[in-house]
């Protein structure tokens, strides 16, 4: 019982913080997440794509994140976001995360890169380079 006071009493305090510290923003967030559960070839999986929508100030920023496999089957996720001025790519995998800048429009898709490090980004792959190693990944549908 104590715990369970000692936690709501938390709480409490976290929302009052957060309500004072946002008076004089305006702030709105919306998300969506869809699971997919895919059946291949006798295996099991799921695929989860998020999406999010942030406006403070009349500022939007839009994020989506999608799911990737890479040929091994490991996995990773990318979460492409704009703020309008600027676009970005995070890329986790193996408890590493790495931050790319957009650089262009390709004939493709888009090509990202931050310190020796690229991606170029297409409707259904990523393909990550860092020096001679490239690793290509497709998105899980």
Do not use: W
Request: glycine share 4%.
């Amino acid at each position: 019982m104590k715990t369970n006071s000692l936690i709501l009493g938390l709480a409490t305090t976290l929302a009052f913080v957060s309500c004072k510290k946002n008076e004089n923003r305006i702030t709105s967030e919306s998300y969506s997440t869809k699971t997919e559960i895919v059946d291949d070839n006798g295996k099991i999986d799921s695929a989860t794509t998020t999406s999010a929508e942030k406006v403070v100030n009349g500022k939007k920023t839009t994020s989506i994140s999608y799911p990737y496999k890479a040929s091994d089957g490991s996995r990773a996720k990318a979460t492409f976001t704009n703020d309008g001025k600027s676009k970005l790519i995070t890329i986790e995998a193996n408890n590493h995360k790495f931050v790319l800048d957009f650089q262009k429009a390709t004939a493709k898709g888009e090509l990202y890169e931050r310190n020796s490090i690229s991606a170029e980004a297409t409707a259904d792959s990523l393909l990550i380079s860092q020096g001679d190693n490239i690793i290509p990944l497709v998105k899980i549908k």
